[in-house]
């Protein structure tokens, strides 16, 4: 069962990350669209926080695999 939760939490946070193109083609609106736009037009600032936002849903996302562990395996510690 830990083969699995090692990929499926990367993945879920990597289907959340990956709607640059999506949003783009469709015009759909979102945090990719404006990720986009802010590449485009050199805003800086947004592209750091968006950067910062989805690094930060890929760490949580590692993390909650982290504590899944612990409730799957009772030889693996979280602290």
């Known amino acids: ?9 990367p993945l879920a946070a990597s289907l959340v990350t990956g709607s640059f193109v999506v ?13 986009i ?8 600032p947004l592209i750091m926080g968006v ?13 909650i695999v982290d504590f899944i562990y612990a409730l799957l395996d009772p030889r693996v510690s979280v602290g």
Not at 37 to 44: E, G, H, L, S
Not at 51 to 63: D, E, R
């Open 1 to 9: 069962m830990t083969p699995i939760v090692t990929v499926y939490g």
């Open 23 to 35: 949003e783009y083609i469709f015009s759909v609106p979102g945090m990719g669209r404006f990720f």
């Open 37 to 44: 736009t802010a590449v485009t037009n050199r805003d800086y």
């Open 51 to 63: 950067t910062l936002v989805y690094s930060l849903l890929i760490v949580f996302a590692n993390i």
